[in-house]
């Protein structure tokens, strides 16, 4: 049984997203700043670059917040979901540096 | 030639390679990092193939991000020591934890490997994961790197003064080691050894890459002014600490075949 149809959500795949979502609000951030360096003003409508700064600085900084408190939300449920035993399957747990699967997949014994 | 921050004020002589520090592009070059990792690592597992099937990888992409984005800001603040001391005697420290800026690369390397692991124990996943990620961390950080070096001053990756014909300026008017560029040059090396079409056991391609980097780390920090805790820099320490685990992982690991062996 694959591990999400174990846990039945797909809080992994969440995580990640979010994750990815956090770094692209942090480079578009980012260019907001290199926008401002190069002498765009926010909010100024006389240039193109303006208005443009604007809509960039409040979808970096939302994309930020959201997807920042989503992934501390979403690890905490997927823990607590853990603790009550509705997610991963326990069944086979091994060590910090437990050994691989060497087993030959057409022989598993 | 026009260097980048050349004509902003800043005081370059002709034995200095003028860079300046241009912190802004910091986050667009770390977001462009990721992105070039991700890249990497979707074309080769596109190529190569997965030891684990999707959901599992899902699971194990989402240990490293937690556990690299946990590691490499507990290091990254404890990194600068002296701030956290302050922040501790003010009472500051919840308001430190959470200010911007501060992570380490090394934190989020080891972060993630404990993440990985940590994830890996508990939905019983017994493959070695980490071998698609070797040559994509490579080129991540590579990138990233680029991004400290354009920083410059603001960055706290910048080297030791130094009078070499390759020093640079990183708006300080003081030539420094360009420690960025050693390490991408170093990182260029790494990758090639890690793509090479060795016959290598599981996972030993992101234990090559991982031990190679922490100790590249260990000896580059010595050309880095931070602040030391006994005699070497936490992020040293830090390293110390991932090549003690990778000893004992390996050794663990030939115990375990010499037992399968005998048996």
């Keep these: 049984m694959s591990e999400e149809q174990r846990s039945g959500f797909p809080f992994a795949r969440i995580v990640v997203i979010l994750a990815c979502t956090f770094g692209v609000g942090l480079g578009l951030c980012g260019l907001n700043g290199v926008l401002s360096a190069s002498g765009a003003a926010m909010g100024d409508s006389n240039s193109v670059m303006g208005p443009l700064m604007g809509v960039v600085a409040v979808v970096s900084l939302l994309a930020m917040v959201l997807s920042g408190l989503g992934l501390i939300l979403t690890v905490i449920a997927w823990v607590v979901s853990e603790a009550f035993g509705l997610g991963w399957g326990r069944s086979d747990p091994q060590t910090l540096f437990g050994k691989k699967d060497d087993r030959d997949p057409k022989n598993p014994e | ?263």
Aim: with cysteine; aromatic share 10%.
């Design chain 2, 1 to 263: 030639m026009t260097f980048i921050g050349a004509g902003r004020g800043n005081r370059y002589t002709s034995e200095m390679i003028p860079i300046g520090s241009h912190p802004v592009w910091h986050p667009v070059l770390e977001t462009l990092a990721y992105a070039s990792g991700y890249a990497v690592f979707r074309h080769l597992r596109g190529r190569q193939g997965d030891v684990v099937d999707e959901p599992q990888r899902w699971t194990v992409l989402a240990g490293a991000a937690v556990g690299a984005l946990v590691g490499s800001r507990l290091l990254g603040i404890a990194e600068q020591w002296p701030t956290v001391e302050a922040a501790w005697h003010a009472g500051r420290l919840l308001a430190l934890l959470f200010s911007p800026g501060g992570k380490t690369i090394v934190g989020g390397l080891l972060g993630g490997w404990l993440g990985v692991e940590l994830v890996k124990r508990l939905s019983g996943i017994r493959r070695r994961t980490g071998d698609l990620f070797a040559l994509p961390l490579c080129v991540g950080i590579a990138v990233g790197r680029v991004g400290c070096l354009i920083a410059g001053m603001a960055d706290d990756t910048y080297g030791k003064p130094t009078s070499l014909p390759w020093a640079v300026d990183l708006g300080d008017g003081i030539g420094r080691h360009p420690v960025q560029i050693y390490e991408i040059l170093f990182l260029v090396l790494l990758g090639i050894v890690v793509s090479l079409n060795w016959r290598l056991p599981e996972g030993a391609r992101f234990r090559i890459f991982l031990g190679g980097y922490l100790a590249w780390r260990f000896a580059i920090d010595f050309v880095k002014p931070q602040p030391l805790v006994a005699g070497m820099n936490v992020i040293q320490w830090a390293c110390v600490g991932g090549i003690v685990l990778l000893v004992l992982d390996g050794m663990a690991g030939g115990i375990r075949g010499h037992e399968r062996r005998a048996a």
